[in-house]
């Protein structure tokens, strides 16, 4: 059952959950300096349905609950490497593919007016290629060392770990960079007023793939990798 109704105020909605903010940020509902009035007054005031908020909310609500019960930061070694696959890998091969065309035709359509589209274009593409790369060699040659490593603690599978950890945590680097790049050139994924659906499409996926890259990215370097990391500078 969720903790929220329209009663609760927005403010104590977002202490209670940050990831909410996200949420009203795209609303644009003040959760800072005016969050301290009701939901219902607050959605009603932008001109939203309160019930579809409230509905909004509890689904990050159902979000948060999910991800504190398996808190990947504390799971095993083992565990955590079948989180990362079958969440965050799982994602970049169902998303990337899915999201080409799309980001192939706005850049096609909107180029000419808005040339910053082309360069999306060829980072994402840069980026399709390199996080697809990067997630396959992961699961077919460093997953299955640091498994034996888990399992056998040997110190020659711990050194044969050290390049190809180097490696990895350089490409997330990259991909990073690219990411920040994309952020940068679109604004914040800021879309034009007379934007078509496309556009808005494109860009909302840009920024949850940012959003989900991120999080993957922090829970190899500093969660999965970190005992390799410290143990083998």
Same mark, same amino acid.
């Given at each position: 059952? !969720? ?7 927005? !403010? ?49 609500? !159902? ?74 060699? =992961? ?7 640091? !498994? ?66 991120? =999080? ?18």
């Amino acid at each position: 059952m !969720s903790q929220f109704t329209l009663e609760t105020q927005v !403010s104590d909605i977002v202490t209670a959950i940050p990831q909410t903010a996200d949420l009203f940020r795209t609303l644009r509902i003040d959760y800072c300096c005016g969050g301290k009035v009701p939901l219902e007054e607050a959605a009603i005031k932008r001109k939203l349905d309160p019930e579809a908020v409230l509905e909004q909310l509890k689904h990050v609500e !159902s979000e948060f609950i999910n991800y504190q019960e398996s808190r990947p930061a504390s799971l095993t070694g083992l565990e955590l490497m079948d989180y990362i696959k079958h969440k965050h890998h799982a994602f970049l091969r169902d998303e990337l593919p899915a999201m080409t065309p799309y980001v192939t035709k706005l850049a096609r359509v909107h180029g000419g007016h808005h040339p910053e589209l082309l360069r999306v274009e060829e980072i994402f593409a840069e980026l399709k290629k390199e996080l697809l790369e990067h997630t396959e060699d =992961e699961e077919q040659n460093v997953f299955p060392l640091m !498994s034996e490593y888990f399992t056998e603690q040997g110190h020659e599978i711990s050194a044969a770990l050290k390049q190809q950890i180097t490696e990895l945590v350089d490409e997330h680097e990259q991909a990073g960079n690219l990411l920040k790049e994309l952020r940068e050139i679109t604004s914040d994924f800021g879309v034009p007023a007379d934007a078509c659906g496309t556009y808005r499409l494109v860009y909302q996926r840009l920024a949850n793939l940012e959003k989900d890259t991120f =999080e993957h990215i922090h829970l190899e370097n500093n969660i999965l990798f970190k005992p390799f990391r410290t143990g083998l500078q």
